[in-house]
């Protein structure tokens, strides 16, 4: 926090919060968890939350809720026709973005549906600065597809580059000027990049493409799940942008877009998510969608008193001080394990903490998943539930082949206002000693391997004795800690 000097000098994130109610955890033993992450098949996803006591899987719908928000909840107005709770959310998204129409829909990826549907077809082109795993399969399930247009900074793993989610506006134009502007559904840009370690892009940026949007009268879509943290992001990062207040920064991003669609599981900090506007023809094309998937106009598949916790959540993410504690406390476990030289995605970005399991196993082979033996073996040194982002999350090319990913990361969430200092701080401390012990960590074998989303339900196997020896040497580091 920038604003609060520790007189000892020392440099850590405060919370602006208290925290009012608490959920107990447990931290079962090295013994059990050896025997849980095996009764897993060596997949966090598929461990129990009674055997978790760090859960950093994701970042999606985990967040905590201010006591704003819950009060809201008990004011939901349940009707399914003229609902007040619909209008309160949709003058609050009016009053932020500035864009006339609103279209509720159940999470992100049903928004993204909806856009699809509407705005691809086949042979469809979308530029994106980077994509989204459903975001993609709405749009190729639709006929079109994904180009990729990062700028090349944004894919090196170790980097001082304040703006690792900008787009490369020379390979927009390429893009526009091989494919034809007909060719191309929309400009999609999304805020605290996800797959790339929650990067933002600049202010700049998005008014550069705009600019190029305009010369070929082009829509510019705006994925604002990461919003909150790419917001915090520009004001801290861009300079032109440091005077401005949170509320000026957002208006300035929704002014360049047409429109904006989020997932309110991130933003907003509820359950829920919904498309926003500027055209009636385009609202009036989405329109139809809303009642055929989600449900009626009013609710769109979220619990009304979801909309009040969200609509309460927008405002609450205008304040910078509530904003700025996830991407703080992200920072401050990146700087730590960088003073350990523990290998991870820099700058810290939102979202969470990226672990560079490449370098942190180096000795494993891409053939035996080393993020996925890594996220296995740091849920049995600390009960820390990560989740695997390398070549075990990527799919098989139809022959059988194995397909390597660019990068092999464990991506260590942290769920927004949900941990204290402590416990972060045990979390780097696990990692620091599993970092020392790291030439014990030997890989993983499939032993049910799923066609398609294998990451989600497949079992592994370690391929070796490793991990017994893992939990050995624990007892002999550690003793009877648990
Ligand atoms: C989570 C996410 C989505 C999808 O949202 P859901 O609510 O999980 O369906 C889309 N885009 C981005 C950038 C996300 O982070």
């Not at 000026?248 to 997932?263: H, K, L, P």
């Not at 035996?368 to 990560?386: C, K, V």
């Not at 990361?409 to 401390?429: C, E, N």
Request: proline fraction near 4%.
């Amino acid at each position: 926090m920038a604003e609060v000097k520790f007189f000892g000098g020392e440099s850590i994130p405060l919370e602006m919060h208290k925290v009012r109610i608490v959920q107990k955890l447990a931290l079962p033993p090295v013994e059990r968890r050896l025997a849980a992450i095996t009764e897993a098949g060596n997949n966090t996803f598929l461990l129990r939350n009674s055997d978790v006591f760090m859960d950093m899987l994701t970042d999606s719908g985990v967040n905590a809720m201010s006591d704003q928000q819950q009060a809201a909840m008990l004011v939901a107005d349940d009707s399914y026709a003229g609902s007040a709770t619909y209008t309160r959310l949709e003058s609050k998204l009016q009053e932020i973005f500035g864009t006339p129409y609103f279209l509720p829909a159940h999470q992100g990826r049903a928004c993204e549906n909806i856009l699809s549907q509407v705005l691809v077809s086949k042979g469809s082109v979308v530029p994106m600065n980077y994509h989204f795993t459903t975001t993609k399969a709405h749009i190729t399930l639709n006929g079109g597809t994904v180009e990729e247009l990062v700028a090349d900074t944004g894919l090196e793993v170790v980097s001082v580059h304040p703006f690792k989610g900008n787009m490369d506006t020379g390979k927009l134009r390429d893009v526009i000027g091989l494919h034809g502007a007909d060719k191309i559904a929309f400009v999609r840009m999304e805020a605290g990049t996800n797959l790339i370690g929650g990067q933002p892009f600049s202010l700049q940026n998005l008014v550069d493409i705009r600019k190029i949007c305009d010369e070929h009268g082009l829509l510019l879509v705006l994925d604002a799940s990461l919003l909150a943290d790419n917001l915090h992001f520009i004001k801290q990062r861009e300079a032109d942008c440091r005077a401005l207040g949170i509320r000026e920064i957002t208006r300035r991003i929704a002014d360049q877009c047409d429109i904006i669609y989020f997932s309110a599981r991130k933003l907003g900090c509820a359950r829920g998510g919904g498309i926003c506007i500027r055209s009636e023809e385009l609202y009036r094309r989405m329109r139809g969608l809303v009642p055929l998937y989600e449900g009626f106009l009013t609710y769109g598949g979220m619990s009304v008193r979801e909309m009040e916790a969200l609509t309460v959540g927008l405002e609450e993410t205008m304040d910078e001080e509530v904003i700025n504690q996830g991407p703080q406390f992200i920072a401050y476990m990146v700087d730590e394990l960088q003073k350990r030289d523990i290998p991870v995605i820099t700058p810290a970005g939102g979202l969470g903490c990226h672990v560079n399991a490449m370098k942190f196993v180096d000795h494993i082979p891409q053939a035996e998943y080393p993020a996925g033996a890594l996220a296995s073996a740091l849920y049995i040194a600390g009960g820390i539930r990560g989740m695997e982002r390398g070549t075990l999350s990527e799919q098989r090319e139809p022959d059988g082949r194995e397909i390597f990913a660019n990068m092999e990361l464990v991506r260590l969430a942290m769920p927004r206002r949900v941990f204290t200092l402590s416990q972060v701080k045990y979390a780097i401390d696990r990692l620091e000693w599993l970092y020392a012990n790291r030439r014990l960590i030997g890989g993983l074998a499939f032993t049910e391997e799923p066609e398609i989303l294998r990451f989600f339900y497949g079992r592994l196997k370690p391929v070796s004795d490793w991990q017994e020896k893992l939990v050995a040497k624990f007892r002999a580091d550690l003793g009877n800690s648990l």
